[in-house]
């Protein structure tokens, strides 16, 4: 392996930017955060909600049916 001089370096490496924003370079702008990753807190809210109503329903219909066998049992 030999040793590289200072001139061994290659141009590109030296060579301007062509990638480089700059005034004259137009970019389109970026989409704001909400539309490029949208938010699922209103879906989970109302899956959080109706399962609230269906566990509320569930426990009004086996409470009821809980009455009404003490009630028929003569409890």
């Known amino acids: 392996m030999g040793k590289r001089g200072p001139d061994s370096a290659s141009p590109a490496r030296f060579a301007p930017d062509d990638r480089a924003d700059g005034p004259d ?19 989970i809210a109302r899956w959080f909600y109706n399962s609230l109503i269906v566990l ?4 009004m219909v086996g409470l009821l049916m809980y009455g009404h066998w003490i009630y028929e049992n003569g409890g």
Not at 25 to 43: A, D, G, M, N, Y
Not at 56 to 59: D, H, N, S
Request: charged share 25%; aromatic share 8%.
């Open 25 to 43: 370079r137009e970019t389109p702008p970026l989409p704001p955060r909400r539309v490029k990753f949208p938010s699922s807190r209103i879906q």
């Open 56 to 59: 509320f329903l569930a426990l």
